[in-house]
């Protein structure tokens, strides 16, 4: 026990000699938990730029455009009767989208009928096509509404019931409270993968290492407390710090963290076992930060994945984490729900370990 002690301190004091080592695990976590959500900190786009298109030039269409000038999420560009001008300055990328007010649209109004407004967006960007679409729905409505009451008396026309969006979880719709605690756990997963795996390379190039049982295990120790640390930062102050959905299950949290950690440093040591310098450890890290964050369906949905990708991306333990922390962080999911993510994370930690410890001590390279 002495010596495991010893080894677990000497961990330590070897990270923070090196200035690589020591900012890769401890505080890159700390510049990520403010450079991420800092750059979404506004969580939705607003003052999008559009182009109505007033053909009829009424005083129906006037208040239209005036309800929609009050709109945050959009910004009139430009008012125009010309369709065909619209669509150049779009092609012109000067606006999102184009409201067109057709020239038949306050009959429309009197009569009762459906349909009239028309709405043209951009593909170009989804997220601001969203915006654009829920801060002209409210206007448009808003303004019908008003003029389908002057013509009450001689319409059966009534506007449809409102239909009001209540996020469950996501309650701002805010890409910030959707995105980072996504990428918070990968956050965690790819500094102690680099981190860990330059310091095994670094002892294996230098001194020929060949660990002792107790010294395997105190460094295993030693990164489980940084990386439990750095769970709690980010998942506690972190969520607090920028309002993020926080604290569904906490109880299931500070079970899932040991367990999410040892699979990575399992992991972590396993790849280390096989590089013969530490700069290979940034290799590695390159080609793999991207595609684990897309294939843990949080970018683009698994559903509309190939099947052999959707298998793929479940075997990560990326993956397993990612979702797994936002089930307990953000939707407060009852811990008996994502035992088969721990089970798996465990089984898969421990097949890690197991293999670093026969590689590292057994077999060194």
């Given at each position: 026990m002495r010596q495991f002690f010893k080894h677990y301190v000497q961990t330590f004091k070897n990270i923070a000699a090196n200035s690589s080592i020591l900012t890769t695990l401890i505080l890159s976590v700390f510049m990520y938990?403010?450079?991420?959500?800092?750059?979404?900190?506004?969580?939705?786009?607003?003052?999008?730029?559009?182009?109505?298109?007033?053909?009829?030039?009424?005083?129906?269409?006037?208040?239209i455009i005036g309800q929609v000038s009050k709109s945050p999420n959009v910004e009139i560009k430009a008012v125009t009767g010309n369709f065909a001008e619209a669509q150049s300055m779009i092609r012109r990328q000067q606006a999102d989208g184009i409201l067109l007010l057709p020239s038949n649209l306050s009959n429309s109004i009197r009569r009762g009928e459906a349909g009239g407004i028309g709405l043209y967006l951009s593909a170009a960007n989804f997220l601001k096509t969203k915006q654009i679409g829920l801060g002209l729905a409210a206007s448009i409505e808003q303004a019908l509404a008003e003029q389908a009451e002057k013509f009450g008396n001689v319409s059966h026309f009534s506007p449809a019931l409102s239909i009001h969006q209540i996020p469950l979880f996501n309650t701002l719709s805010g890409?910030?409270?959707?995105?980072?605690?996504?990428?918070?756990?990968?956050?965690?997963?790819?500094?102690?993968?680099?981190?860990?795996?330059?310091?095994?390379?670094?002892?294996?190039?230098?001194?020929?290492?060949?660990?002792?049982?107790?010294?395997?295990?105190a460094i295993f120790a030693a990164i489980m407390t940084i990386g439990c640390l750095g769970c709690f930062y980010l998942f506690g102050f972190t969520f607090w710090l920028y309002d993020?959905?926080?604290?569904?299950?906490?109880?299931?949290?500070?079970?899932?963290?040991?367990?999410?950690?040892?699979?990575?440093?399992?992991?972590?040591?396993?790849?280390?076992?096989?590089?013969?310098?530490?700069?290979?450890?940034?290799?590695?890290?390159?080609?793999?930060?991207?595609?684990?964050?897309?294939?843990?369906?949080?970018?683009?949905?698994?559903?509309?994945?190939?099947v052999w990708l959707q298998l793929f991306g479940e075997f990560l333990p990326s993956t397993q984490g990612i979702q797994m922390f936002i089930q307990l962080n953000q939707m407060g999911v009852p811990t008996h729900l994502v035992v088969p993510k721990l089970i798996y994370l465990s089984v898969f930690g421990a097949i890690c370990l197991s293999w670093a410890f026969y590689r590292l001590k057994l077999k060194p390279q």
């Open positions: 938990s403010f450079f991420y959500p800092t750059a979404y900190q506004a969580q939705q786009a607003q003052a999008l730029p559009i182009i109505i298109v007033d053909e009829e030039q009424s005083a129906a269409t006037s208040a890409y910030g409270s959707y995105i980072f605690p996504a990428v918070a756990p990968l956050i965690i997963h790819q500094t102690i993968v680099l981190g860990l795996c330059m310091l095994l390379a670094d002892y294996r190039e230098q001194h020929r290492w060949k660990p002792t049982t107790a010294e395997f295990w993020y959905p926080r604290g569904g299950n906490f109880a299931g949290m500070l079970i899932a963290v040991p367990i999410f950690i040892g699979c990575v440093i399992g992991l972590a040591m396993l790849l280390a076992s096989f590089l013969d310098i530490p700069e290979r450890a940034g290799h590695v890290i390159v080609f793999t930060s991207i595609p684990l964050f897309l294939l843990s369906g949080t970018a683009w949905p698994h559903a509309a994945m190939p």
